[in-house]
């Protein structure tokens, strides 16, 4: 029978502010928007990013001005973007680390109860798109990224809002040296963060997702 499970969610369009700058990087190499180890997140990547949150933004809504309360609401996408790619790789260095993978069965499995809970597939990716600024086309990625904290957690005997969680990201982040170019921010080693965000970046949601075969 499908169990209930406590799923928290690590919102790629909102972190946690960090109280002080404790370690940071941003002098990221010419045209690129963040270095994460010998990974360039390039402005041209992220524009594109950003141009799949506009469009999706775009075709859900017909009409202009509804139109630009989205864009109003999500002033910050930029920032928020590339902070989200920046936190993928860190998440997923700290997972890699404590040898934890996540399969596409996995990652189906949670859509699928998150689909049941907010009413199908179309819902889910609305859901997404509205509330944390995530195109239809980069769910999945979304919910891999939910799923690589979610047991990186679990086997820390904590949670996402503990300090061994965020120890495990501030180490991966500054195994992976990761630097910003200063016009997105800065970036928190300690806290994994950009340090101008300023909303909490975890959300806890009743997932009911399917029994594995």
Excluded at 19 to 30: I, M, V
Excluded at 54 to 75: H, L
């Amino acid at each position: 029978m499908p169990g209930r499970r406590r799923t928290a969610l690590l919102l790629s369009a909102a972190i946690a502010a960090a109280p002080l700058l404790t370690a940071c990087g941003n002098d990221a190499r010419p045209g690129a928007a963040a270095v994460v180890g010998d990974q360039r997140i390039t402005v041209a990547q992220l524009e594109n990013r950003v141009d799949e949150v506009r469009s999706a933004q775009r075709a859900a809504v017909t009409d202009d001005a509804q139109y630009a309360q989205a864009i109003a609401k999500s002033g910050s996408l930029t920032r928020d973007t590339l902070h989200g790619m920046v936190l993928d790789r860190v998440l997923h260095r700290a997972a890699q680390d404590a040898g934890i993978t996540v399969t596409r069965k996995e990652i189906q499995e949670m859509r699928s109860g998150l689909e049941q809970q907010v009413g199908g597939s179309r819902a889910l990716q609305t859901a997404w798109l509205q509330q944390y600024s995530v195109a239809p086309e980069r769910l999945d990625e979304n919910l891999r990224l939910q799923l690589e904290a979610q047991k990186l957690a679990a086997k820390l005997g904590t949670d996402t809002s503990q300090p061994a969680f965020w120890e495990a990201l501030s180490k991966a982040s500054a195994d992976l040296d990761v630097t910003v170019n200063p016009r997105y921010g800065s970036w928190d080693v300690e806290k994994s963060s950009r340090v101008d965000a300023r909303t909490p970046w975890v959300r806890e949601v009743t997932a009911q997702p399917q029994q594995s075969a």
